[in-house]
């Protein structure tokens, strides 16, 4: 994700909401969706983001249940959660990057990328590892990893499964490189959170995160190249044919995804980066014939007569009839589709942080804090290493990896400076596990958000079957980046490497962008 502003923490004057069995059953409402989300993804292989938005209304209604008193907080808690902006962060990343990368898609990316591929002989078993570099350079430049997860699930999945690569280890290597631009990229809101929250300053804090980083992706990309020989499949029967569909000339879009890299650098709101690669996209498009107008946007009527038949000559308003006898009235492609594809994903995610909100409140995350604090946080080793199981719990039961890392800042701000923590060693601990921990839960934010692009493609791609879609629950052994980048950190924190204390470097500002 990304965004110039750190997104609100929770308010500061939050009512307080008491549950039957103590602050421990403010997590109730959480749970039960996880158990739904472990149940169904899990155990029973139903990949429905709409079928997770109702458990987790389940879990909110099970929560009220245990609500002491008034149930009217509990409720104005759920809605103060919803409000917050981290969840209009998450929600702004989907939609554009949704409507760009159908554009593209309708402008022959997938076919360029295919006959690149088969051009340069990048074979089903090379393809994953190039997935991860391309991926995490794309979530480094616009520092987005939603919005990464968006593009190259919609984008680059396809072409992959074309040349036989497995499909649950190519989705595990566009997650895995969202989690890498997550945590590296200056613009990114886990990065300028973690610094802020603990007083460091976001050059600095990016400086003296490379160390870990890059030695998690050096794991990751061999473990990527190894288990992509060891788990590479036949190229499709379709692939020459949808590589000679508009041939090298769907690459012409890579310029469309350099816009929004050059203006996401340039510091421009990831609004306007991606709105600024929209618009190159369609003009491409219509430039080069790449696609008509009405597939990016179109307006098909029912009507036969009056204003909607003088409309019919217009590029963007079409007959039902051209579909078929049986359509129905409707507004269609590569915008429409892009952004609608997200809906549910939308509402799950605004539940979730709802359901966080209620746990907050209710004192759920203050007992596990206390308890790490008095029972597990010792010495400075069991400190460091209690801010990686804090920021686990925290992603464990937090959708969007923003909100949990506002959530467990506070605790690792105080852990930290009981021990003398600098600043920089505990906002990379902070960011690396939050950034990691986001895209490998099946329920993840970063995972949903991939795969609600992915269970697009069947309707995109005559070729593309349900077998083909990556099941979420199973995809998470293979997040390589990011669970390599848990275990760096784990080993730091056991080994002391990198530790700095307070007086060791003192920030000279909190760059608060």
């Not at 600095?204 to 980083?213: E, I, L």
């Not at 892009?338 to 004192?363: D, K, N, Y």
């Amino acid at each position: 994700m990304s965004e110039t502003d750190p997104p609100d923490g929770p308010p500061a004057d939050e009512s307080r909401v008491e549950f039957y069995g103590g602050r421990a059953m403010s997590a109730l409402p959480l749970a039960v969706f996880i158990v739904w989300a472990i149940v169904q993804s899990g155990l029973l292989g139903i990949g429905d983001t709409s079928g997770l938005v109702i458990g987790m209304l389940v879990g909110l209604v099970v929560g009220m249940l245990f609500v002491k008193g008034d149930w009217k907080t509990y409720a104005d808690t759920i809605f103060d959660g919803m409000t917050q902006r981290v969840a209009a962060t998450a929600v702004v990343a989907w939609l554009w990057a949704g409507m760009f990368a159908d554009t593209i898609q309708a402008g022959g990316f997938v076919d360029g990328l295919v006959w690149a591929s088969s051009a340069a002989n990048v074979g089903a078993a090379l393809f994953p590892a190039l997935t991860f570099i391309f991926a995490a350079l794309l979530a480094t430049g616009i520092g987005t990893g939603y919005g990464t997860a968006v593009a190259f699930t919609s984008l680059v999945f396809p072409a992959g499964v074309l040349l036989g690569a497995d499909p649950v280890l190519l989705f595990g290597a566009i997650l895995s490189g969202a989690v890498f631009g997550d945590n590296l990229a200056p613009v990114s809101d886990t990065t300028i959170v973690s610094a802020v929250t603990q007083d460091a300053d976001i050059g600095g804090v990016v400086a003296s995160r490379f160390k870990y980083a890059l030695v998690a992706a050096v794991l990751a990309l061999v473990s990527y190249v190894l288990a992509g020989q060891a788990m590479a499949g036949e190229p499709l029967d379709v692939a020459a044919s949808a590589g000679a569909g508009t041939g090298p000339l769907g690459l012409v879009h890579l310029l469309s995804i350099l816009v929004v890299i050059g203006t996401a650098v340039q510091g421009r709101h990831i609004i306007e980066a991606v709105s600024w690669g929209l618009i190159a996209s369609i003009a491409l498009n219509l430039a080069l014939g790449l696609a008509p107008a009405s597939a990016m946007l179109v307006f098909r009527s029912s009507a036969e007569s009056g204003i909607a038949a003088t409309l019919d000559g217009l590029p963007i308003v079409g007959s039902v009839v051209e579909v078929s006898p049986d359509a129905s009235a409707a507004v269609g492609g590569s915008l429409y589709t892009g952004a609608l594809g997200f809906f549910p994903l939308i509402v799950l995610v605004l539940l979730i942080v709802g359901a966080a909100q209620v746990m907050r409140a209710g004192g759920g995350f203050a007992a596990i804090e206390e308890w790490l604090l008095e029972n597990v946080a010792t010495t400075v080793r069991r400190a460091e290493t209690t801010m990686v199981i804090g920021t686990a719990i925290v992603n464990a039961t937090i959708t969007i990896n923003t909100a949990a890392e506002i959530a467990i800042a506070p605790f690792i701000r105080t852990l930290g400076q009981r021990f003398n923590i600098n600043g920089y060693r505990r906002a990379n601990i902070l960011d690396a596990n939050t950034s990691a921990l986001g895209y490998i839960f099946p329920w993840g934010g970063g995972v949903l958000a991939g795969y609600a692009a992915m269970i697009q493609l069947p309707q995109q791609f005559d070729w593309f079957t349900q077998a083909m879609l990556a099941n979420p629950a199973a995809v998470w052994p293979y997040v390589f980046h990011g669970w390599f980048l848990v275990a760096v950190f784990l080993a730091a924190a056991w080994t002391g490497y990198g530790l700095e204390y307070v007086p060791d470097r003192q920030s000279e500002e909190v760059a608060r962008v």
